[in-house]
């Protein structure tokens, strides 16, 4: 059973063109961290969420904690070809020291 | 800066080899992270210390072997390896005060393949 569920799976646009991806449990997770990674290469961190209904924004991109700290949603406006990559949503569930990790939403913006 | 560098970046080894990956950070975090990503998965935990005292252990094979000579360096020795163990190693890092809020940054990562 995968704790954190993202979708979609696989995303392709064009550039100039709004998307969300989403990342869902049935856990509450104390905080959500959002990175994006390219091929061979680590994660590299977005944003941090902490607390319940918080939202914050980085240039284009509009990050979003739900109300019972249960999801998490990423709006990128305008997206770009330098927005291409595989976006994870990562936390940790309740009082466990592991982070977990979804399968992640590889987008593509084409030019 | 919050910067982990990983060495090297590329390895290459035969099942019989003895081979170590490197991870160092100089932000002052106390906890270090070594993570196994195999292709198309997200990444897995292997190891985990805490203030140099290795605190999780996820069921890692015995071929695995890390090590935290001091707070910012973490090693992985590696000693006959199977090619499934081929993947990218990813360390990571974090301030280490509590491990269940802490926020983690990733190095390059090592990909490792195992002929």
């Known amino acids: 059973t995968q704790l954190l569920e993202q979708s979609p799976q696989f995303l392709s646009i064009q550039e100039g063109e709004n998307l969300t991806v989403y990342c869902n449990s049935s856990s509450v997770f104390s905080s959500l961290q959002w990175y994006r990674q390219e091929p061979g290469e680590g994660p590299v961190l977005l944003v941090t969420v902490v607390t319940g209904g918080e939202v914050k924004k980085l240039k284009r991109l509009t990050f979003q904690f739900g109300d019972a700290r249960k999801d998490s949603s990423l709006h990128i406006t305008a997206a770009q070809p330098g927005d291409t990559g595989l976006y994870l949503c990562a936390g940790f569930q309740g009082g466990s020291e592991k982070l977990v990790f979804g399968k992640g939403t590889k987008l593509t913006v084409n030019p | 800066d919050t910067e982990v560098t990983q060495t090297p970046k590329h390895l290459v080894m035969g099942m019989t080899n003895k081979k170590s990956l490197k991870c160092e950070q100089h932000?002052?975090?106390?906890?270090m992270y070594w993570y196994k990503q195999k292709a198309k998965k997200p990444p897995e935990l292997m190891f985990v210390y805490s203030y140099e005292k290795l605190s999780i252990n996820e069921s890692v094979p015995s071929r695995f072997s890390p090590e935290c000579p001091n707070s910012s360096l973490l090693n992985l020795h590696l000693h006959a390896l199977q090619p499934e163990d081929s993947a990218l190693y990813l360390c990571a890092s974090s301030q280490g005060r509590t491990l269940r809020t802490d926020t983690q940054y990733f190095g390059p990562g090592t990909r490792l393949t195992v002929l």
């Open positions: 932000m002052g975090h106390r906890a």
